[in-house]
T-cell receptor, first 111, second 117 residues
Framework: SQQGEEDPQALSIQEGENATMNCSYK?????LQWYRQNSGRGLVHLIL?????REKHSGRLRVTLDTSKKSSSLLITASRAADTASYFC???????????FGQGTRLTINP | ETGVTQTPRHLVMGMTNKKSLKCEQH?????MYWYKQSAKKPLELMFV???????ENNSVPSRFSPECPNSSHLFLHLHTLQPEDSALYLC????????????????FGPGTRLTVL
């Protein structure tokens, strides 16, 4: 079974609102990363949070990590139409030295 | 641009054809990856190369054959594919660490959209 599972699978909000996406995983990790993918394009790395970190910020992005619950959340504040994309979490599983991606959340920002 | 290029961007091939996908990274990385992205499925890791040596073959059918002639170039040779192989094929690279490919950040190419008829 896959390591990371995003929730919700799809999210549609109005421009200016905040968007929150969640990721759950099953095994212990070294780090967790979030990527964005515009339709039919490659993935772009957004932010990485290590297993000993609880929160990280990058511009309008805020990521939290709760290793006790094996979950992470990505918050995009003041959303823009250009944020419309699919968002994936990826886990670097301890000892595996490879990333395992979830199915992603499809985010639509309505103008 | 992420510094990783892929060609062709689109490919349509018959089940009896032989074709190759090409990936080139301009980032000085030592590890390169092939992923398959199908509709409604998670991104699937296919192959990993570290210092031109294959370190991961994720139970990929032999009709997919990777080649890594140097740390900047990666190929995926295709032959006798099936319609279910139609997908977006993504290449990525990363900076390796002493104990193997560093997975801190991967840089992805734009992908090749493959359609098998």
């Amino acid at each position: 079974s896959q390591q990371g599972e995003e929730d919700p699978q799809a999210l549609s909000i109005q421009e200016g609102e905040n968007a929150t996406m969640n990721c759950s995983y099953k095994t212990s990790i070294n780090n967790l990363q979030w990527y964005r993918q515009n339709s039919g394009r490659g993935l772009v790395h957004l932010i990485l949070i290590r297993s000993n970190e609880r929160e990280k910020h990058s511009g309008r992005l805020r990521v939290t990590l709760d290793t006790s619950k094996k979950s992470s959340s990505l918050l995009i504040t003041a959303s823009r139409a250009a944020d419309t994309a699919s968002y994936f979490c990826a886990t670097d599983t301890s000892g595996a030295q490879k990333l395992v991606f979830g199915q992603g959340t499809r985010l639509t920002i309505n103008p | 641009e992420t510094g990783v290029t892929q060609t062709p961007r689109h490919l349509v091939m018959g089940m009896t054809n032989k074709k190759s996908l090409k990936c080139e990274q301009h980032l000085g990385h030592n590890a390169m990856y092939w992923y398959k992205q199908s509709a409604k499925k998670p991104l699937e890791l296919m192959f990993v190369y570290n210092f031109k040596e294959q370190t991961e073959n994720n139970s990929v059918p032999s009709r997919f054959s990777p080649e890594c002639p140097n740390s900047s170039h990666l190929f995926l040779h295709l032959h006798t594919l099936q319609p279910e192989d139609s997908a977006l094929y993504l290449c990525a690279s990363s900076q390796d660490s002493a104990s193997g490919p560093s997975t801190d950040t991967q840089y992805f190419g734009p992908g090749t959209r493959l359609t098998v008829l």
